[in-house]
């Protein structure tokens, strides 16, 4: 009995509705890998709330818009945070002194981190008896009862109840132990219950941060052991923590060092001098960010080490050089779509057009005017970026809809105004230019009321086909890897078109493509019309495809004409 695959493979289509979005806020990482919010209490909890007006004026809005994209249907958002370049992060050190032997630093800038306390106790992870006690070659070795925990390098008490003597771990084998420094008397006690005992000397590290607490158990400044503080703090989302200290005469244990000497319970460590910066320095470059590499790129180049995202915006920044470079952005990777704020002053005709005439793409839409929603910061309607509620709404049809489905038409949840009005005379110039208006109905409240691109491509000008496109391509890319290094030979090639036939075939199904049957809405060829012998002989399996989008009905015309009835 032999199984082999001799069919398609099944194929599962890609996500259309995850956002990413860039802009200021209060905390958060502001290089790296954006970070995943999955609704707005997650937002808080790593960036923070509102910002206001006063000091980030009108670059406060990325709180506003992620609120308003789960508002209106979105589920998921990466988050990349912007930062201005003096914001500086808080720092505490202990002693409170010029030269500290523990330093704690927020674990990105911002006046955020002055909340943050930190609670510093004596602990001890290890804990044995002295069994036996002999002369080696490099000086006495002890015998001990258990070795589990003792790290070389670890310093350690030994204590008889009367006094307490310190010393330094110099090697661990086979339950044998060996100390920098000679010890004075004997340390062997074989009682049950002994007096003589050997313990490891480290602290425990409590952060507290508003309703959030890290609790770091048995860290040592033993820089080679697993329990190291840099180590054991390297995935705190509130700090980073460093030994400061200097090598000093005698042997002192980690928590006495930090104190000193005394008969203190507890150190209380509190940050200060934190920074949100001068928002007056922020510039396009902050929001463009910089590619230093995985891991360490900020503002929208740090989406290129994300390939979950489908919608992007920067909300309330409508700078060119910020726009042009998300739209270069999506069009580079080709399989996300840029959503575009327009300045909210641009109220005439002449300056929306102008606007608008900077971009020509076919990855990129223009939403316009801004919208009035309540904030609860300062108790008032306040008019914000549409980017935000546009790409909720996007997600929003594209789970109950799909993504073949235009997304206008569709009210602007928790939406109470419009920044300005516009009429339809306005729309029919604005709309064929490529600006979807956000306009007020009597009746039906605020919806979206255009589904157009920013190109001249006639090909591309509707939102819903190049991201159902998008959508496709991608579906396909992730859905045949399996293909890859298989024998190119006609086998392959007809499970690869299988493959495809089966997963555009429900697409049709399912009213994503245009035509009365399937051979109407799509074709898929493959094999020696579409590939060349020398195609073949340097490893390339060409498939061409070809589907029918199904396109929105912009205009809706009844013609109507008057009927005489006829005389009898």
């Given at each position: 009995m032999e199984e082999f695959e001799s069919g398609g493979k099944p194929m599962e289509g890609v996500s259309t509705s995850t956002a990413g979005l860039v802009g200021l806020a209060g905390r958060g990482p502001v290089e790296g890998l954006p970070q995943l919010v999955t609704n707005f209490s997650d937002f808080k909890r790593k960036y923070g709330s509102y910002l206001s007006e006063n000091e980030y004026g009108e670059y406060?809005?990325?709180?506003?818009?992620?609120?308003?994209?789960?508002?209106?249907?979105?589920?998921?958002?990466?988050?990349?945070r912007v930062a201005p370049g003096d914001a500086k992060c808080s720092v505490g050190c202990v002693p409170d002194s010029e030269t500290p032997v523990l330093k704690l630093t927020a674990k990105n800038p911002g006046k955020w981190g002055d909340s943050i306390r930190a609670v510093v106790t004596p602990a001890s992870?290890?804990?044995?008896?002295?069994?036996?006690?002999?002369?080696?070659?490099?000086?006495?070795?002890?015998?001990?009862?258990?070795?589990?925990?003792?790290?070389?390098?670890?310093v350690v008490a030994f204590s008889d109840k009367k006094t307490v003597v310190y010393n330094r771990i110099k090697k661990n084998q086979d339950n044998?132990?060996?100390f920098e420094e000679e010890f004075e008397g004997s340390l062997v006690d074989t009682n049950l219950l002994p007096v003589k005992t050997l313990t490891t000397c480290e602290f425990h590290l409590e952060v507290k941060f508003d309703d959030q607490v890290e609790l770091y158990e048995n860290v040592s400044f033993n820089i080679e052991a697993a329990n190291y503080i840099s180590k054991k703090t390297a995935k705190s989302d509130l700090i980073m923590a460093e030994y400061a200290g200097k090598a000093t005469e005698?042997?002192?244990?980690?928590?006495?060092?930090?104190?000193?000497?005394?008969?203190?319970?507890?150190?209380?460590?509190?940050?200060?001098?934190?920074?949100?910066?001068?928002?007056?320095?922020?510039?396009?470059?902050d929001f463009i960010g910089q590619d230093n590499g995985a891991g360490k790129r900020t503002g929208i180049q740090a989406f290129l080490d994300n390939d979950m995202v489908s919608i992007m915006a920067v909300p309330g920044v409508t700078d060119p050089n910020v726009q042009l470079m998300?739209?270069?952005?999506?069009?580079?990777?080709?399989?996300?779509?840029?959503?575009?704020?327009?300045p909210k002053d641009a109220k005439k005709i002449d300056d929306i057009i102008a606007h608008r005439d900077i971009f020509d793409s076919e990855y990129a839409a223009l939403y316009h005017p801004w919208i009035e929603v309540f904030d609860p910061l300062d108790k008032k309607n306040i008019a914000i970026p549409p980017s935000g509620s546009v790409i909720g709404i996007y997600a929003r049809s594209d789970n109950t809809r799909g993504v073949h489905k235009a997304p206008a038409n569709e009210t602007v949840r928790?939406?109470?105004?419009?920044?300005?009005?516009?009429?339809?005379?306005?729309?029919?110039?604005?709309?064929p230019k490529g600006v979807n208006l956000i306009r007020s109905f009597p009746g039906m409240g605020i919806r979206v009321w255009g589904a157009r691109t920013a190109t001249s491509?006639?090909?591309?000008?509707?939102?819903?086909?190049?991201?159902?496109?998008?959508?496709?391509?991608?579906?396909?890319?992730?859905?045949?890897?399996?293909?890859?290094?298989?024998?190119?030979?006609?086998?392959?090639?007809?499970?690869?078109?299988?493959?495809?036939?089966?997963?555009?075939?429900?697409?049709?199904?399912?009213?994503?493509?245009?035509?009365?049957?399937?051979?109407?809405?799509?074709?898929?060829?493959?094999?020696?019309?579409?590939?060349?012998?020398?195609?073949?002989?340097?490893?390339?399996?060409?498939?061409?495809?070809?589907?029918?989008?199904?396109?929105?009905?912009?205009?809706?015309?009844?013609?109507?004409?008057?009927?005489?009835s006829s005389a009898e």
């Open positions: 406060r809005f990325l709180a506003y818009a992620v609120e308003h994209f789960f508002i209106n249907g979105g589920s998921r958002c990466f988050i990349s992870k290890a804990k044995t008896q002295v069994l036996q006690e002999t002369e080696g070659v490099s000086g006495k070795q002890y015998r001990v009862k258990n070795a589990g925990g003792f790290n070389v390098g670890d044998v132990l060996e005698g042997i002192v244990p980690p928590f006495e060092e930090i104190c000193g000497v005394g008969d203190e319970a507890l150190v209380t460590v509190s940050l200060l001098n934190g920074s949100d910066g001068s928002v007056s320095g922020i510039s396009a470059a998300l739209v270069a952005h999506c069009e580079g990777l080709g399989s996300r779509f840029a959503v575009l704020d327009v928790a939406c109470v105004g419009l920044d300005c009005q516009f009429n339809k005379g306005e729309q029919d110039i604005l709309n491509n006639p090909s591309w000008k509707y939102v819903n086909v190049r991201r159902l496109f998008i959508f496709i391509e991608e579906s396909i890319r992730a859905n045949t890897n399996w293909a890859v290094f298989e024998p190119n030979d006609e086998t392959l090639w007809v499970r690869v078109k299988r493959t495809i036939d089966v997963f555009l075939n429900g697409l049709w199904r399912n009213g994503y493509l245009a035509g009365a049957a399937s051979s109407d809405a799509f074709f898929v060829n493959i094999g020696r019309d579409t590939m060349s012998q020398d195609d073949i002989d340097n490893g390339r399996l060409v498939c061409v495809i070809g589907v029918a989008p199904v396109k929105p009905a912009e205009f809706v015309i009844f013609r109507i004409s008057q009927k005489t």
